[in-house]
């Protein structure tokens, strides 16, 4: 079902989702929320919904096979993907040992990862995703976060497992990494960040990727600090291993820290019923089987390095058989990619609308100048609220879209409306 280009601020309520498989509202820019979408649905495009903030599903389980959502500045949550809130939103109660962190609830954190951080600032958040939480700072020199049961100023931590007070179970794990790029271009792309945690005595390895992550600033440190909920697969006296993973040669890890957390015996029937709800969604201590993999759980939706899961991480290469399980929006097309291709062969007098992110005044300036300098242009105009380049005159659109990636590599062309009868001219050269 296409529905894109509309100016609705939710669906229609007479329309029937039940037996849908494809839904396409590309450019609804008054649309603020998706609620209770059919689980059948196999495929998503959201791209350039301003407005949108979340989507949930009538099952809590991701089933997409198919999913584009660029362009979408103020979406937070993508229930059974992730949900980032704002720090100054939460609770202490809800923090639990990161409770220290509502001090530096008004600072800058640079979000990378995904399309939703193109250019749009954030304070400190907290991310959930897979049943783990995480949250991540810089520019701050008080390391006194790193005063936990077990520390390690190497590139690693590894400890056993000390035993736990009389009457208490083992809850989770309390992580925290300090690291830091080892480029000295800031304005690079960041490559990829993953956490690993490892049961040496079991066996079991988890390998996590972020959805967005830090990227450190030049010569500082990044604050890494995350909650896994493992009680149930750690025992006194086991060995666990945490480290960092990225590329070789672009991040270095400075110290990590870990405290175990614990319930006491009241608290342990709730968490059992607690567990019992997750049972059938894709987070720890719920169903994670297609994320499976021999050693472990790889807890990462993007193909990195394609139908292979590098040996570093878990001793061996291991093959993806079912990638598709992997992909969201990276691997996706949608009913605009044909605008794309268009070249205006006849010489027709358009209006191209491109959406992309501003990030600031002087990079705005700079791409106006650009794209005015393409051959054919007679006048650029830009709707910074939105995300829109609109360039009017008789040129070729995929010319000003390869214009505008030099600037920005996430650029789109979203549609292109005919102005007048095509100029003809024999002398043309087309």
């Not at 989507?55 to 660029?70: A, C, H, M, P």
């Not at 909920?229 to 040669?249: C, R, S």
């Not at 169903?287 to 991480?313: E, N, T």
């Amino acid at each position: 079902m296409t529905l894109a280009v509309n100016s609705f601020e939710m669906l229609p309520s007479h329309i029937d989702l039940k037996m849908l498989w494809s839904l396409e509202l590309t450019d609804c820019s008054n649309l603020k929320s998706l609620p209770c979408l059919p689980s059948m649905l196999e495929r998503l495009y959201v791209n350039w919904c301003s407005s949108l903030e979340n989507i949930t599903f009538q099952s809590g389980r991701f089933t997409l096979q198919v999913f584009s959502y660029e362009g979408c500045f103020k979406l937070c949550e993508i229930q059974g993907l992730f949900k980032l809130v704002p720090i100054a939103k939460l609770e202490e109660a809800d923090l639990g040992h990161m409770q220290w962190i509502k001090a530096y609830q008004g600072h800058k954190v640079d979000l990378v990862g995904d399309v939703i951080t193109e250019g749009r600032p954030f304070n400190v958040q907290m991310l959930y995703e897979y049943g783990i939480r995480s949250t991540f700072l810089q520019g701050i020199k008080d390391q006194s976060m790193l005063t936990h049961d077990y520390t390690s100023s190497s590139d690693y931590l590894s400890f056993h497992v000390h035993s736990h007070p009389k009457n208490h179970r083992i809850q989770g794990l309390y992580v925290t990494v300090l690291y830091r790029s080892l480029g000295e271009d800031r304005n690079i792309e960041s490559p990829p960040v993953f956490a690993r945690i490892s049961n040496k005595t079991k066996r079991v390895t988890w390998v996590y990727n972020p959805v967005v992550y830090c990227k450190p600033r030049v010569g500082e440190d990044a604050i890494w600090l995350s909650y896994w909920p493992i009680g149930n697969t750690l025992d006194a006296g086991d060995e666990v291993h945490v480290d960092i993973l990225g590329d070789k040669g672009t991040i270095s890890t400075s110290g990590f820290g870990a405290s175990l957390v614990y319930m006491d015996a009241g608290e342990v029937e709730k968490e059992e019923e607690k567990s019992e709800m997750m049972k059938s969604e894709e987070v720890i201590g719920g169903d994670l089987s297609l994320f499976h993999v021999k050693g472990g759980y790889y807890l990462c939706r993007r193909d990195f390095y394609g139908s292979i899961i590098p040996a570093c991480f878990f001793g061996d290469n291991i093959e993806i058989t079912d990638s598709i399980r992997w992909r969201t929006h990276h691997q996706s097309t949608n009913t605009y990619e044909e605008l794309n291709n268009f070249q205006n062969p006849n010489r027709y007098k358009i209006e191209v609308t491109l959406g992309l992110s501003f990030v600031s005044e002087s990079e705005t300036r700079k791409i106006k100048k650009a794209v005015s300098n393409v051959e054919g242009v007679e006048s650029v105009s830009t709707h910074k609220e939105t995300g829109r380049l609109i360039v009017c005159g008789c040129f070729n659109p995929q010319a000003v879209a390869t214009c505008v990636r030099e600037f920005k590599k996430l650029v789109q062309i979203l549609s292109v409306k005919f102005k007048s009868e095509p100029l003809f001219d024999d002398n043309l050269q087309v």
